[in-house]
């Protein structure tokens, strides 16, 4: 998948954005940023994870 946003290779692929005005979104966007703070990783994976493919669904 290309991703022209990022010129540098990263060593994992930028997290996804959460659409503004999105409640669907701000909710994942908010237990990642929780995850975040307790330094939970795999949880703030499946934040992304879950967070990409909603953005899949509502925004091919
Ligand atoms: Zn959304």
Redesign the pocket.
């Known amino acids: 998948m290309p991703n022209p946003a990022s010129p540098v290779p990263a060593p994992w692929p930028a997290p996804p954005q959460?659409?503004p005005g999105?409640?669907?979104?701000?909710d994942?966007d908010n237990r990642r940023t929780t995850a975040r703070e307790q330094y939970d990783r795999s949880a703030e994976t499946d934040c992304n994870v879950m967070?990409r493919r909603?953005?899949r669904e509502?925004?091919p």
Request: charged letters at 15%; hydrophobic letters at 45%; proline letters at 8%.
């Open positions: 959460p659409e999105c409640a669907h979104c701000a994942l967070l909603h953005l509502v925004r």
